[in-house]
């Protein structure tokens, strides 16, 4: 069974500030990694995707994420955060043997002080 | 192509009654999926639909609960005799089914039901 753990529930930071959030996942198999974001009363809008090839994929909105297999990690990171990137992220998890269905982490709640 | 749709966007109702939702996909995507979403966590599969086929239920997905894609199109989720803990945000995605790697999901609005 796949599952994804997000360790960090809150983060706070402040604007102009580096950011990375944590995604750890379980899978016996290469997994297909996402990082989605989700704004208050909205849909989730894919950052990013892990298939195969370069383990640093870059994605939309200045984000980019590092596939490392030794630590079962996809953790995502920003170099200058936006006021506007205040928001829940969540990191998921997909396999073709499952349909394409995805699993995905409680999700890290992001916080940008002025 | 206006991406995934879903109907309506905010239910409130009462313990007992019965709700139906609607999620239309983007229209060549053959593959359909409803996730249900509570508060502080993530999304949870629920089903999914391959064209007109249901092919999986989670066991999160009690006999309360039905889903159909009856012409392989548009999809409905109801559920008979609401309890509050079916509150939540109710979230359909699409994908194609191509010869890729892996075909990404694209996700509607969602739906938020609160059963008082």
């Known amino acids: 069974a796949q599952s994804v753990t ?58 980019e994420a590092e596939f490392k297999r030794s630590q079962s990690s996809f953790n995502l990171r920003k170099p200058s955060v936006h006021w506007s990137d205040a928001a829940e992220y969540f990191c998921a998890v997909g396999a073709n043997e499952n349909a394409g269905k995805s699993t995905f982490g409680d999700g890290t709640t992001l916080t940008v002080k002025p | 192509d206006t ?11 009462k313990r007992g009654q019965n709700v139906t939702f609607r999620c239309d996909p983007i229209s060549e995507h ?56 079916d509150s939540a945000m109710y979230l359909c995605a699409s994908s194609p089914q191509r010869r890729s790697p892996y075909n990404e999901q694209f996700f509607g609005p969602g739906t938020r039901l609160t059963v008082l």
Request: hydrophobic share 30%.
């Open chain 1, 6 to 63: 997000q360790p960090d529930i809150h983060i706070t930071v402040s604007e102009g500030a580096s950011l990375e959030l944590r995604c750890n996942y379980s899978y016996g198999a290469t997994p297909y990694l996402f990082w989605y974001v989700q704004s208050p009363g909205q849909g989730l809008q894919l950052l990013l995707k892990y298939f195969s090839g370069d383990t640093l994929v870059q994605g939309i909105k200045g984000f």
């Open chain 2, 30 to 85: 053959n593959r359909l999926y409803w996730y249900r979403q509570t508060l502080g966590q993530g999304p949870e599969f629920l089903t999914y639909f391959q064209n007109e086929a249901q092919l999986e239920k989670s066991r999160l997905l009690s006999d309360r609960f039905s889903a159909e894609r009856p012409k392989g199109s548009f999809s409905t989720l109801e559920i008979q005799r609401t309890e509050q803990g």
């Open chain 2, 3 to 13: 991406g995934v749709s879903q109907d309506p966007r905010h239910k409130i109702t």
